[in-house]
């Protein structure tokens, strides 16, 4: 059983960080980051990518950071 800043440590680099949580608007960030957790990064990506009307490549670059940047439903 990890310690609880050890959780956060993997949740942070192995997650957050590869679907560019902090870059995504509040009410986004969230979706892609659950469903990486549950499917693996590259998938909850590609989930918000296509939501957005983004190529789907898996990668939280800025087209997906500014295609969701400017959505009009950020929930």
Avoid: C
């Avoid at 959780?7 to 469903?35: E, M, N, S, T």
């Avoid at 998938?43 to 500014?66: F, H, S």
């Amino acid at each position: 059983m990890y310690s609880p800043a050890a959780r956060d440590a993997i949740y942070d680099a192995d997650y957050w960080r590869l679907v560019a949580g902090d870059a995504l608007p509040v009410g986004i960030d969230y979706a892609p980051f659950d469903g990486g957790v549950n499917s693996g990064p590259n998938q909850g990506v590609k989930w918000l990518q296509r939501a957005l009307g983004v190529p789907a490549d898996g990668v939280a670059g800025p087209v997906t950071v500014e295609a969701a940047a400017t959505a009009t439903d950020k929930a």
